[in-house]
């Protein structure tokens, strides 16, 4: 985290913000604040004075004046309707399940900050600063992940949001968990009373699916690169053909993003772009698993793009219900609660990653197995002669990243298609767009582990393979220097658990360093 005085601001003025901005905003790396320009709290503010007219003139409103979801022709006394909005909040505090992180939780309040900033929520200038005020001060929601089925948006998790700024339930004050009063006292700050309207715009929207899925496609991008990586030093260490990866040959099939995983390995191996490719390579075929990488990572790298435009589009976008047009004066019914486009993209960023670790582990299994490593030992081992009878080198490691691609590969099922009925069939179709979106962080971390294990064995094959041949290509020599800055090599057998959760920290930090050509992936 930067400090205070040094971080860049992230200014919210209702236009439209990219995904990366979550993250940074999650991590404390930007803060937040709202534009100082009129027009734009001119805009914030017209759509409560539109809702206090229309109360006076018609007086009856959805979620305002009425119950709510199949409730809704349910009219609200005059002297209850004050009670209302938190009334809403109450009782849908019943989540359950593990609960967010904190930076994931900061990741929720600043995506439903952008959405509300759009002005078509009817929520106030002061509700904007009120979340504001939460990221600055890091005074974040204690929210549970589960309990959400993505429509109408996410109620239950979001009603911790809308319960912490009342002055209710739990906070992380500065990493802290404890009562959201005495997080409030202890600064001097009375608890928020939500205006008409104020608790449905809060809630009934899709700002916690959206939320991990900017941090899902972060997550994703980076593991494209530290694949890339994992497979240029595996090809290296197992003595592969570099030539699978021949620019004239992948001109014939044209993805560009699988053309630049292949001219990434061409990049990392040294292939001299002058060279002919030989009429005929020494060694004619490697397996798949080395051979077909950037047609495995390629199906990432191409969908990278598209899945930015699904969750950047929902995140730019106002998703609760009723939406509140102060321009034509009007009051919008819809269902943009409705987080299809989020569900949809996670359940397709579950396969894509789980096959990379497919794909890695299978990398390994090569690396391994003294049948298919080209004279490397067994199991990688660093042993002496004399103590290789009790060394295991990397067997427990391979064990270990077979079972985490197996496990990512079983969460790959779609949630999106387990739609239910609920709240007496008014919700009769729902996105389980948070499901998704969590079931896909849960891809993710397997794959991290799966990369984790292959970059620690891919680092001692590559020291292997050296002390048989030639020294690596120099960006693969360089990679493992900096590699070697977090784990050691591996000569007598040690636990090595410490060693890849280490490695499981630093892995955006690694991939940050690759591929200076890497692209903003965006959708044409």
């Not at 089925?149 to 239950?156: F, M, R």
């Not at 061409?266 to 490697?286: F, G, H, I, K």
């Not at 103590?387 to 077979?402: D, E, T, W």
């Not at 002390?467 to 493992?480: G, I, K, N, R, T």
């Amino acid at each position: 985290m930067t400090a205070d005085n040094t971080r860049p601001w992230l200014t919210l003025d209702g236009t439209p913000v990219p995904l990366e901005s979550v993250a940074r905003v999650a991590r404390r790396d930007c803060r937040v604040r709202l534009t100082d320009a009129p027009a734009f709290r001119r805009r914030i503010e017209a759509g409560p004075a539109f809702l206090e007219r229309l109360l006076d003139e018609d007086g009856v409103i959805y979620g305002v004046t009425t119950g709510f979801g199949d409730a809704c022709t349910r009219a609200v006394p005059a002297d209850q309707l004050e009670a209302l909005p938190r009334q809403l909040y109450t009782f849908h505090g019943c989540g359950l399940g593990e609960v967010l992180d904190v930076e994931t939780a900061r990741a929720v309040v600043v995506v439903r900050l952008i959405s509300l900033c759009r002005g078509l929520s009817g929520a106030s200038w002061t509700l904007l600063e009120r979340l504001v005020w939460l990221l600055e001060e890091d005074v974040i929601p204690v929210i549970p992940t589960e309990g959400s089925v993505g429509a109408s948006g996410d109620l239950t998790p979001l009603s911790y949001l809308a319960a912490v700024l009342c002055g209710e339930r739990e906070v992380y004050d500065r990493g802290h968990r404890r009562a959201t009063a005495e997080a409030f006292a202890e600064r001097g700050l009375a608890p928020y009373r939500l205006r008409p309207k104020e608790g449905l715009a809060l809630m009934n929207g899709t700002a916690v699916m959206t939320a991990l899925a900017c941090l899902a496609w972060e997550r994703a991008e980076h593991l494209s690169r530290l694949a890339t990586r994992a497979t240029a030093m595996n090809v290296w260490a197992l003595d592969g053909n570099p030539y699978h990866f021949d620019a004239t040959l992948f001109a014939a099939k044209p993805h560009p993003g699988q053309q630049r995983i292949a001219a990434r390995l061409r990049a990392d191996l040294a292939v001299d772009a002058e060279a002919r490719t030989p009429r005929n390579s020494p060694r004619l075929q490697d397996r798949y698993s080395t051979r077909c990488a950037p047609h495995v990572i390629g199906v990432l790298e191409d969908s990278l793009g598209w899945l930015r435009r699904f969750i950047e589009d929902e995140l730019n976008s106002a998703n609760d219900n009723p939406l509140i047009d102060p321009d034509g004066e009007t009051v919008l019914h819809g269902g943009h609660f409705y987080g299809g486009h989020i569900a949809f993209a996670m359940d397709a960023l579950k396969p894509l990653a789980a096959n990379l670790a497919d794909l890695l582990d299978r990398q390994l299994a090569l690396l391994v197995d003294p049948r298919y490593n080209h004279g490397l030992p067994a199991n990688l081992s660093g042993a002496e002669p004399e103590r290789a009878a009790l060394n295991h080198g990397y067997k427990a490691v391979q064990i270990g990243v077979s079972a985490w691609t197996a496990e990512a590969l079983q969460h790959s099922l779609p949630a999106s298609v387990f739609s239910r009925s609920t709240e007496c069939h008014n919700q009769d179709k729902v996105s389980l767009g948070t499901i998704a979106a969590r079931d896909a962080l849960r891809v993710l971390t397997l794959v991290e582990q799966v990369v984790a294990g292959v970059l620690h064995a891919a680092c001692q094959a590559l020291e292997l393979r050296r002390s048989l041949s030639d020294e690596p290509p120099a960006v693969l020599a360089a990679w493992l220097a900096a590699c070697r800055t977090h784990i050691a090599p591996l000569a007598e057998d040690r636990p090595l658990e410490d060693e890849l959760r280490r490695l499981c920290r630093v892995l955006p930090e690694l991939a940050a360093t690759l591929y200076p050509d890497t692209p903003a992936h965006t959708a044409d």
